[in-house]
């Protein structure tokens, strides 16, 4: 069974601080996902990952991906108030397209 | 942008009952999933439905459940006699194709049984 592993499970942070979220995965994949969830509600995706090297950026997040270290980073520049949600990745069976395995998510608290 | 959208968004259920969790998905796409979360847990795999048929389903997703696409717009989610333990939001996933893109989720339905 794959095994997605986020760390840490939680992240209390001030405003205007940097911070790194780590998604480890235990089988050879080049298609990681990050998705976020406010409470209560859906998952919004935010990235697809889909190549070892690849990185995305978006406002004051950025990840990427590092296939050979089985080991995505969700990166926050100069946290926001706003940016206050759960984080999780989710990446695809290697063999089988057809569902995904999420980690257990990144609680994240951004302090104004 | 289009949507999977997903009915009710809660539902309240005595233990035993049968329940049905609708979903429409957005329309160009072909594959179809359920995924579960338990409250402050993790999201959990169900199963996954392609050209009609289950491509893949979990160790959760025993004989209590099954999935149908009645129509071309609709796709259900049954669960034939509830237990506590299925309490929890069930979330409805589409894609266009399977791999390489992201899964679109629903707002997700919040099954109670009581």
């Known amino acids: 069974e794959l095994k997605v592993e986020q760390n840490p499970l939680f992240l209390s942070m001030q405003e205007g601080k940097n911070y790194t979220i780590y998604c480890n995965y235990s089988?050879?994949?080049?298609?990681l996902y990050w998705y976020r969830q406010d409470p209560g509600k859906s998952l919004e995706s935010l990235f697809v990952?889909?190549?070892?090297?690849a990185v995305k950026q978006e406002g004051r997040l950025m990840a990427s991906l590092d296939t050979k270290a089985r080991l995505s980073t969700l990166h926050i520049t100069a946290a926001v108030h706003d940016l206050s949600a759960t984080y999780f990745c989710?990446?695809?069976?290697?063999?089988?397209?057809?569902?995904?395995?999420f980690g257990s998510g990144t609680k994240l608290n951004v302090k104004p | 942008e289009p949507e999977v959208t997903q009915t009710p968004s809660h539902q309240v259920t005595q233990m035993g009952q049968e329940v049905i969790l609708r979903c429409v998905p957005i329309s160009n796409h072909l594959y179809f999933y359920w995924y579960r979360q338990i409250l402050g847990q993790k999201v959990e795999f169900l199963v996954s439905?392609?050209?009609?048929?289950?491509?893949?389903k979990s160790e959760i997703f025993d004989d209590q459940f099954s999935v149908e696409r009645p129509d071309g717009s609709n796709f259900t989610l049954k669960i034939r006699s509830t237990k506590l333990e299925d309490s929890a939001m069930y979330f409805c996933?589409?894609?266009?194709?399977?791999?390489?893109?992201?899964?679109?989720f629903g707002d997700g339905t919040r099954l109670s049984i009581l």
């Open positions: 439905f392609y050209n009609n048929e289950i491509s893949e």
């Open positions: 089988t050879t994949s080049d298609r």
């Open positions: 989710a990446v695809d069976n290697p063999y089988n397209f057809n569902k995904f395995y």
């Open positions: 996933a589409s894609s266009e194709r399977s791999g390489y893109q992201p899964q679109h």
């Open positions: 990952l889909l190549s070892n090297g």
